[in-house]
């Protein structure tokens, strides 16, 4: 069973168009990250959402966290071919701890120029 | 900056074979694990460690040892390798396994068995 399901697997769009990436759970979550994977090299964070509610913003990239902490989205404005990249969402279910955190299968997005 | 540093990055073995996969960090993190990674499959736990001498089981952790003898080192062996254990693998550090912290990724190391 598949804790982190994220939406959708692939994403190929032109250079300018907005696109909305989602993570979604049945569990509740004490706190989501979203991570970015360049190809041969490990995620790097983008961020950290603990609050039921919580926007953050990170330039043209705003993250969300859902009021029951159960499901998070990622929204790219005006994507640009340096967006190109694995997106994961990952979580720590209310109660774990680092060894309890796990990843989605992940959005491959490419943004074409 | 270091950070995470993984060793080899890449590796053919055959069957049966042993080894171990090296990982070092520079920042005096608690917390340090090891993940696969496989197309389809995203990034899942094999093991992980909370300190010096504490280690315990992820999601997929057999066909894998790990030990913890020092702040620094958390290698990861292979005992008898597996075409199953086809892979990219990753070690990641994080300053407390208590708080949601940021996860620093080494650049993985692509193990291919025959």
């Known amino acids: 069973t598949q804790l982190l399901e994220q939406s959708p697997q692939f994403l190929s769009i032109q250079e300018g168009e907005n696109l909305t990436v989602y993570c979604n759970s049945s569990?509740?979550?004490?706190?989501l990250q979203w991570y970015r994977q360049e190809p041969g090299e490990g995620p790097v964070l983008l961020v950290t959402v603990v609050t039921g509610g919580e926007v953050k913003k990170l330039k043209r990239l705003t993250f969300q966290f859902g009021d029951a902490r159960k499901d998070s989205s990622l929204h790219i404005t005006a994507a640009q071919p340096g967006d190109t990249g694995l997106y994961l969402c990952a979580g720590i279910i209310y109660g774990g701890s680092q060894g309890n955190l796990i990843f989605g299968k992940g959005t491959k997005l490419s943004v074409k120029p | 900056n270091a950070g995470v540093t993984q060793t080899p990055k890449f590796q053919v073995l055959k069957t049966g074979q042993s080894m171990t996969l090296q990982c070092a960090q520079d920042?005096?993190?608690?917390?340090m694990s090891w993940y696969r990674q496989d197309p389809g499959m995203g990034l899942r736990l094999i093991h992980y460690s909370v300190g010096a001498g504490i280690t315990d089981q992820g999601e997929v952790p057999n066909g894998y040892n790990v030990s913890r003898s020092t702040t620094e080192d958390f290698p990861l062996r292979l005992l008898s390798a597996a075409p199953s254990q086809t892979s990219v693998y990753f070690c990641?550090?994080?300053?407390?396994?208590?708080?949601?912290?940021?996860?620093?990724f080494g650049e993985g190391s692509r193990l291919t068995v025959l």
């Open positions: 569990s509740v979550f004490s706190s």
């Open positions: 990641a550090s994080s300053y407390s396994w208590v708080n949601t912290g940021e996860l620093f």
């Open positions: 920042m005096n993190h608690e917390y």
